[in-house]
């Protein structure tokens, strides 16, 4: 096993920034066999043998695995952002299944069918038989040679085909309708395109409305989940690569254990050959049609523009149509809107804030220094751009891994209120005439949870307690019984401790208890 390690570690090194389409190495080694799939943007590692480097999901993967058990027909709708690893999730879904996979390419109705015809001849052993004229003799083709027995059909890409083919979802209903929701088929459409795959596989007036039996959105993994594919890494670090390489599972696994965070980053994002290093403007490309308006939007928020007027202005574009990209931009994952705590969606407060973190970390430090990052200046743009700025950087990187650690709590019912909303909050103090914010509130009816998240280099002290109890105050209302909580970086002193210990009230939340159960078995 060693030996495989160091090979495929061999081939990553050199493969890792490329994009190479379809490449596919097979090496047997002591009965087992180890894929290396290289695809465009794409990095899978599986072994067949049982002892594979699939991380994280297993929650999805189990409803799906029990779903399948009901041996009946399915219809299940699986769609996210690109990266993210859905097609792994169904990789690992089919293993030791009957199933048929088709991946839809960006060409005609024609070359499509005769592909997907190829699939379905090589699965069942047929040679003599012509490519399918239709979707709908293909796919009854297999409901007829699987009626009795369960079978996993996927079609990844499937917008591909939906759109080059306007009668495709309306003859996938009469299919459903009349033939395959009386057998055992489970039928996977995955796509990549959010919009299409909401409105006109999802939406209301999608032919397929109804006939779906399940769905999942897939979204990127939290820090917890994250930090699973940083082996050999401290706590610090490895939410310190959180903060750069964010929740996208091919991002996540550019990592390489062994190398400094410093090493990583460089290697990943600073290097023109870098795999990461255009990668934001690459994806969109691939996800919108004005890419440069998109780009523009995500510099100025980047740029610390937060406000609707101010992203407008600072874009040069109209403000309504600021507003639609913006909503695009927020379905992809990338933006996300935000509202103090207790108020409206439709408040005049509202900001807009960068959510994914490569996005983040790429405009923040790649963008404006590509020059001196292409004259081979990584090493200073690290000294003198990066380093001095990246506990700063970090602060908002820390309090969404706080906030994920309480909806994770929260689900286990281990908080001491069982809360329904949770957010920021910030407003003026009418009296001291300045503003405040409190990092993080939960509230459960009239009970509430107030957090502040320090990610300072010294223990937090009893100051911060009682600024934290000053500031819900001034938040004021409607109030049973009020908690406080913080985390911390690097602990607490011992007048905190020992308030913690006497009262009830007060939480307290330590790197250790952050990270705990993070580093769980793969499977």
């Known amino acids: 096993m060693k030996k495989d390690s160091e090979l495929l570690n061999a081939v990553r090194d050199l493969f890792l920034h490329t994009r190479l389409i379809d490449l596919v190495m097979t090496l047997t080694r002591d009965k087992s066999i180890l894929i290396i799939n290289f695809e465009v943007n794409y990095f899978w590692v599986n072994s067949f043998a049982g002892d ?111 759109m080059i083919d306007s009668a495709l979802l309306s003859t996938l209903q009469h299919l459903i309708d009349h033939r395959l929701q009386k057998g055992k088929l489970f039928l996977i459409l995955c796509g990549s395109y959010m919009g299409f795959m909401e409105k006109e596989v999802l939406g209301a007036k999608s032919p397929l409305f109804g006939r779906r039996t399940a769905q999942l959105h897939m979204k990127p993994f939290d820090y917890l989940d994250s930090i699973r594919f940083m082996d050999g890494f401290s706590k610090e670090e490895k939410l310190m690569l959180y903060g750069a390489f964010g929740g996208t599972a091919l991002y996540l696994r550019q990592i390489r254990s062994g ?44 740029g610390g523009a937060s406000r609707a007027n101010e992203i407008a202005v600072k874009t ?78 970090m602060g908002q990187v820390f309090e ?30 009418s009296k001291k005439h300045e503003q405040v914010e409190i990092d993080l509130i939960a509230r459960d009816m009239d ?12 223990p937090v002290d009893y100051q911060v307690l ?10 004021g209302g409607r109030r049973g019984k009020s908690y406080f909580m913080l985390f911390s970086k690097r602990g607490f002193t011992e007048r905190v401790l020992e308030e913690a210990r006497e009262k009830r009230e007060v939480l307290l939340v330590d790197m250790g208890e952050l990270l705990e159960n993070g580093e769980e078995k793969r499977i």
């Open 447 to 458: 009970d509430y949870l107030f957090c502040e998240c320090k990610w300072t280099n010294e």
């Open 466 to 475: 009682n600024r934290l109890r000053e500031k819900s105050e001034v938040f």
């Open 259 to 302: 190398k400094s965070v410093k090493e990583n980053i460089t290697e990943a994002f600073l290097r023109p050959v870098s795999y990461l290093y255009e990668e934001p403007l690459l994806l969109m490309r691939q996800e919108v049609q004005e890419p440069g308006v998109y780009c523009a939007i995500i510099e100025a928020i980047a």
């Open 52 to 162: 594979g480097m699939f991380i994280g999901r297993e929650k999805e993967l189990s409803e799906m695995n029990r779903r399948y058990g009901e041996k009946r027909f399915q219809l299940f709708i699986l769609y996210g952002r690109r990266r993210v690893g859905k097609t792994t999730l169904l990789k690992e879904f089919c293993r030791r299944k009957n199933h048929i996979f088709y991946s839809a390419e960006q060409s005609n109705v024609k070359l499509n069918l005769e592909k997907f015809s190829a699939e379905i001849f090589e699965h069942y052993g047929e040679t003599a038989l012509e490519p399918f004229r239709s979707w709908e003799k293909a796919l009854s083709y297999i409901e007829e040679r699987q009626r009795e027995e369960p079978m996993v059909l996927v079609i990844d890409e499937f917008p591909y085909l939906a």
């Open 316 to 393: 040069g574009e109209e403000s309504a149509k600021c507003l639609k990209y913006i909503s695009t931009l927020r379905e992809l994952g990338i933006v996300y809107k935000e509202v103090p705590f207790g108020e409206k969606e439709t408040s005049r407060k509202a900001l807009y804030s960068l959510s994914d973190f490569m996005f983040r970390f790429w405009y923040r430090y790649v963008s404006g220094n590509r020059t001196l990052l292409e004259t081979d200046a990584q090493e200073i743009v690290w000294n003198r751009r990066i380093e001095p700025d990246y506990s700063h950087y």
């Open 400 to 429: 969404r891994v706080c906030r994920d650690y309480l909806l994770r709590q929260n689900s286990k019912g281990a908080l001491p209120i069982l809360f329904t909303e949770i957010g920021r909050w910030w407003g003026t103090d």
